[in-house]
């Protein structure tokens, strides 16, 4: 069964605060440190895990999200 996550970064500063959702926590996370896409993680230096909750489908984790 594939897990879907809701997570949120923050910066060294904690000025900032990113919510995102995907079905590879520790991949993505990866991605966050290592700056590999341009966008606001990148520009604001997000890259500090501050908490996550796990999900059993895409559409629940989506509905969190966006609360």
């Known amino acids: 069964m594939t897990k879907y996550f809701v997570y949120m970064l923050t910066n060294k500063?904690?000025?900032v605060l990113y919510t995102c959702a995907t079905d590879s926590l520790e991949s993505r996370l990866s991605q966050h440190k290592d700056k590999v896409f341009d966008g606001f993680t990148k520009k604001y230096n997000c890259d500090r895990l501050v908490y996550?909750?796990?999900f059993g489908n895409a559409e629940a984790a989506s509905v969190?999200?966006?609360q």
């Open 13 to 15: 500063n904690r000025s």
């Open 52 to 54: 996550f909750e796990i």
């Open 64 to 66: 969190r999200e966006k």
